[in-house]
């Protein structure tokens, strides 16, 4: 399995649902609001650091590895 970053498994979910991985980044916050801007700013820096691990490829698609570690996520938490 891949090193997994903070937030990083709601965004390999959100891809594997066919969602973006951007999906509820907002936290029900508005995205004028400090909250707001604290939510993008960790959702921006979960898809980032997926992609430097090696979970996403450049499109946000899964990898590989993003699948695997999603496979040992569910295999592990059921």
Known sequence: M??????????????????????????????RTAEGRDAYAARASAIRACREAGLL??????????VATLRALEAVHG
Request: without cysteine; glycine residues 20%; negative net charge.
């Open 2 to 31: 891949s090193y997994l970053p903070i937030g990083g498994e709601v965004v390999l979910r959100n891809v594997q649902a066919g969602r973006s991985a951007w999906a509820g980044w907002e936290g029900a916050h508005g995205a």
């Open 57 to 66: 490829d450049d499109e946000g698609l899964l990898t590989a590895v993003g």
